[in-house]
Nanobody, 124 residues
Framework: QVQLVGSGGGLVQDGGSLRLSCAASGFIFRNYAMGWFRQAPGREREFVAAISGSGRRTYYADSVKGRFTISRDNAKNTVYLQMNSLKPEDTAVYSC?????????????????WGQGTQVTVSS
């Protein structure tokens, strides 16, 4: 059974930091690029960050570049999103996704697997 379980969300003040984790199981994790997406109430889902299967390549949305860092530990089947300098506009449900193509994730889509979301709320 494929599972992508997100965790680490919470309530943080403007300028604060959070580290999200997504633990994967049920598929060959190393073979998949991984991404983070977010969706705020009344808003379309948007791409946040992606990382290649090997971890050698990363890509970020302009809105988070320089503030967020995506990483992965293939030995632990886990992908992370370190979020610094958080802003109220970062408030959303964050979900991880797996796809065979980093380019597909960069385009805002996943043809593979989607995980449960974790709520991030940034107070102003």
């Amino acid at each position: 059974q494929v599972q992508l379980v997100g965790s680490g969300g919470g309530l943080v003040q403007d300028g604060g930091s959070l580290r999200l984790s997504c633990a994967a199981s049920g598929f060959i994790f190393r073979n998949y690029a991984m991404g983070w997406f977010r969706q705020a109430p009344g808003r379309e889902r948007e791409f946040v960050a992606a990382i290649s299967g090997s971890g050698r390549r990363t890509y970020y949305a302009d809105s988070v570049k320089g503030r967020f860092t995506i990483s992965r530990d293939n030995a632990k089947n886990t992908v992370y999103l370190q979020m610094n300098s958080l802003k109220p506009e970062d408030t959303a449900v964050y979900s991880c996704a797996a796809d065979g193509s980093l380019e597909t994730l960069k385009a805002g889509r996943s043809r593979g697997y989607w995980g449960q979301g974790t709520q991030v709320t940034v107070s102003s």
